[in-house]
């Protein structure tokens, strides 16, 4: 057995002491500068964890920056074991996984912030996921954002975000009252109002009404303008029937092809238009199927032309005409003829006509169907009586009277919109 010398044993005594003071001043006998660890572990500022610590290990080893709470030397690379990188660095504030590797996507040999995270790779806050990858449900994944943009959807509609596990935009709402357009030139103005373009409709179908006859009366054989003193009479070949919308209508029924009972006559006033505008209105329902034409609304008592204005149906080709003189000899005369209108088909249809000034127009279930152009306002004086159905005089071998159904008839002193007239086709 070997023995130590008196001078050796008392310099290895002295080693010992050296050794252990040095290990008390590492221990914490003198102050040590205050770095990140003196936080709590698992800290808001915590970026490794125990799944980087087991999924970045490489035979048994993980490398690390780790923060030294130096202000010279912020932080260290260090290499060491799976259960080290857990026990003495999971949640410490500042540590994070990094490489050496070039190759690698955490190459950050000198800790300067750089590298990214693979897919896969369980996410934190100090590396971020490498372009294309998506922190989601605890691992970098492809983002499938990736080159979408969120555009509003519409107009009532603001830019949504991304969700990067579906790709899909969200759509959020845009405030109520956001100006929008509902491409509905009769609804002014438009706002939006829970994510929806809504209009107020801009239709007026009241104003400068000269007369109307709604046929709702419980018998007799008066028809009451309501809003005028032109009262229509009932002819003998007319019944009280119901309208579309449950209340009163009027049915002529003709007994023979010319019936000159067919009627409802509403004396001279509704026709006297003269060269102002108008408008003329009504709900129709026939079919008629005869060869021939036959009256539907006017003061037409001539067989050619003459001071009127006159709307016919012809069954055989499913016509429907409007037309218009000042007098005998055609002046200023206009017609519009509709082929083939649907009037026949034994549905409820809405009809009007209007003029103003040298133009005239036709429009069916709120649709303009036809226009015609005049010389010069048409002079209409209004010296025959104005009629629904039969208003010839005559019985003309080509002509019948329709057997039809009449609601709502109106007139105006003012041409009406397109969008007054389409407001009038909603019963």
């Not at 004396?267 to 108008?278: D, E, I, K, S, V």
Request: proline share 6%.
């Amino acid at each position: 057995m070997r023995h130590i010398s008196s001078s050796l044993s008392t310099r290895f005594s002295m080693f010992v002491l050296v050794s252990l003071s040095a290990g008390a001043v590492a221990m914490g006998c003198v102050a040590a500068p205050t770095d990140s660890h003196d936080e709590p572990r698992g800290s808001t500022d915590s970026a490794l964890t125990e799944g980087q610590c087991e999924y970045f290990e490489v035979n048994g080893k993980v490398q690390i920056c780790h923060a030294t709470g130096s202000a010279n030397h912020p932080y260290t690379v260090l290499r060491l074991s799976e259960q080290a990188c857990i026990d003495g660095h999971d949640g410490h504030p500042g540590d994070y996984v990094t490489s050496t590797d070039p190759s690698s996507p955490l190459y950050d040999p000198t800790c300067q912030g750089q590298g990214c995270l693979p897919k896969n790779a369980p996410c934190g806050p100090m590396v971020p996921c490498c372009d294309g990858l998506t922190c989601r449900e605890g691992t970098c994944q492809v983002d499938l954002c990736t080159g979408v943009v969120c555009a509003p959807l519409d107009a009532c509609h603001t830019a949504g975000t991304c969700d990067p596990s579906t790709g899909l935009c969200s759509n959020p709402v845009a405030p109520d009252g956001t100006a929008c357009d509902d491409s509905d030139a009769c609804t002014q103005p438009d706002t939006c109002q829970g994510g929806v373009c809504t209009g107020t409709p801009a239709a007026d179908t009241t104003s400068n009404m000269a007369h109307r006859w709604t046929f709702d009366e419980a018998g007799g054989s008066t028809a009451l303008d309501s809003a005028g003193t032109s009262n229509g009479t009932l002819g003998s070949s007319t019944s009280r029937t119901v309208s579309f919308d449950g209340s009163g209508a009027i049915t002529l029924t003709p007994t023979q092809q010319c019936d000159l009972n067919a009627h409802v006559d509403f004396g001279l006033a509704p026709g006297q238009f003269g060269t102002n505008a108008f408008t003329v209105s009504y709900w129709l329902k026939t079919t008629f199927n005869a060869p021939g034409s036959g009256d539907l609304i006017g003061n037409r008592v001539e067989g050619s032309a003459g001071n009127f204005l006159s709307a016919r149906l012809n069954g055989g080709t499913s016509v429907a005409s409007l037309e218009m003189y000042e007098n005998a000899a055609g002046t200023n005369g206009a017609g519009v003829n509709v082929s083939p209108s649907p009037l026949n088909d034994g549905s409820w249809h809405h009809v009007a006509y209007t003029r103003s000034g040298t133009s005239l127009k036709v429009y069916i279930d709120g649709v303009l169907v036809g226009s015609a152009t005049s010389a010069a306002p048409t002079n209409l004086t209004g010296a025959n009586s104005f009629r629904i159905g039969r208003r010839l005089p005559t019985c003309l071998s080509t002509f019948s009277s329709i057997p039809a159904s009449f609601d709502d008839v109106r007139t105006y002193s003012r041409e009406l919109s397109a969008c007054d007239v389409a407001a009038m086709t909603t019963p």
